[in-house]
Nanobody, 123 residues
């Protein structure tokens, strides 16, 4: 079992920044099987989409819509993954979820999800 707890959401004006954090905890064996972490978001009335992921060895990928604005990072020693969001736009408004997944040529979401944190960008 893995627990993921997100923090950092809130209301921000367009053009502003926000930093999300996700702390993972669980059994050592289960944590060892997780080789990648991802951030997803679900805008109102839309499907959940992958925003960015980072592997244990630092391979990173971003959705085209956030490239150049968002930065994902991780601290393996603290089991934490962060998402720095800059130049935010109203269309970034969504509930953001942390996911513990698996990377093998591409990112596959795992069954462990955080509770989600709301990010609202006002125009």
């Amino acid at each position: 079992q893995v627990q993921l707890v997100e923090s950092g959401g809130g209301l921000v004006q367009a053009g502003g920044s926000r930093r999300l954090s996700c702390v993972a905890s669980g059994s050592a064996i289960t944590m060892f099987t997780i080789n990648a972490m991802g951030w997803y978001r679900q805008p109102p009335g839309k499907q959940r989409e992958l925003v960015a992921y980072i592997t244990r060895v630092g391979r990173i990928n971003y959705a085209d819509s956030v490239k150049g604005r968002f930065t994902i990072s991780r601290d393996n020693a603290k089991n934490t993954v962060n998402l720095q969001m800059n130049s935010l736009k109203p269309e970034d408004t969504a509930v953001y979820y942390c996911n513990a997944g698996l990377y093998s040529e591409t990112y596959s979401p795992g069954k462990y999800w955080g509770q989600g944190t709301q990010v609202t960008v006002s125009s």
